[in-house]
């Protein structure tokens, strides 16, 4: 039976992605899943967790270290690639060739223009909105229907409907009917739009990770999706604070590093 969240205040907020920039946060609204009841048993400590790791805005600078990470840690992650700065320069299409590459990549849509960073704008027209997305879908020859509508996080999943704010709901509507699976986010790893740090430490996004998995408030118990940004990796790998996270998950035992195709419907 298909599930329709109707948006109510929750007590966590998302922020949206954006290139080079931070967007606004925004707060999130849905009707409480039943999951998330009071009457329903937290998590055992021990019990499996997934957690899908994915990467918005790029290929930008960074995007060749997470290529090289993902290999060394041999670890699954999920890109959201924008058709513009893929075409933008020979140096950028080389970085989505590595995504394309890779096994342990799988690609998915942010739209061909990124909505020009006008949001509200854009998702006046849903058409628009659906060929934008089905043009770069067709130039990058993305191998999956995934899609990331840009500075939003809503959801479209075959009993799932999730809207963080009205504009884009209806070509989030499109975009599902048009055979794309439309994914958002359970929690964000903010990070300075300038120098591309991330603003939350290890240790906080570890323990947000674990509260939210552990409190069932994610969009399916158990699963987290986690957003982060390739600029956020301009810098390196080695000592970047992914490469702790990742490690730090790894330890746990139970923790499992997924691609979206496994996500449960």
Same mark, same amino acid.
């Given at each position: ?56 805005? !790029?290929?930008?600078? !960074? ?26 320069? #020979? ?9 394309? &590459? ?6 998915? &849509? ?42 939003? &996080? ?26 794309? #699976? ?52 301009? &810098? ?13 998950? #790894?330890?746990? !035992? ?7 195709? #496994?996500?449960?419907?």
């Amino acid at each position: 039976m298909k599930r329709t969240f109707i948006p109510l205040l929750l007590s966590f907020a998302f922020t949206a992605c954006s290139e080079g920039s931070a967007e606004p946060e925004q707060e999130v609204k849905k009707e409480p899943v039943a999951e998330t009841k009071p009457d329903i048993k937290p998590l055992a400590d021990t019990a499996a967790r997934y957690i899908y790791l994915t990467f918005d805005d !790029g290929p930008l600078e !960074g995007s060749e270290d997470i290529d090289d990470a993902v290999t060394k840690e041999n670890i699954k992650i999920n890109v959201f690639v924008v058709g513009q700065h893929a075409l933008r320069s #020979k140096r950028m299409k080389g970085y989505y060739q590595l995504y394309l &590459n890779n096994p342990l990549i799988e690609i998915g &849509n942010h739209s061909y223009s990124h909505a020009h960073n006008e949001y509200e704008k854009f998702y006046e027209n849903p058409q628009s909105v659906l060929q934008d997305f089905l043009k770069c879908q067709d130039q990058l020859k993305i191998p999956n229907r995934y899609a990331r509508q840009p500075g939003r &996080n809503q959801w479209r999943l075959r009993d799932t409907v999730i809207n963080d704010v009205r504009s884009g709901s209806l070509s989030a509507d499109l975009l599902y009917k048009n055979g794309f #699976k439309v994914f958002g986010w359970d929690i964000e790893w903010r990070h300075d739009s300038k120098t591309g740090v991330p603003i939350q430490t290890v240790d906080d996004m570890l323990e947000l990770i674990e509260k939210r998995l552990t409190e069932k408030k994610t969009a399916r118990p158990g699963h987290l999706v986690l957003l982060s940004h390739d600029e956020m990796f301009r &810098n390196g790998w080695e000592e970047s604070e992914l490469k702790q996270l990742i490690e730090k998950i #790894k330890a746990k !035992g139970n923790y499992h590093l997924e691609h979206l195709s #496994k996500y449960p419907e």
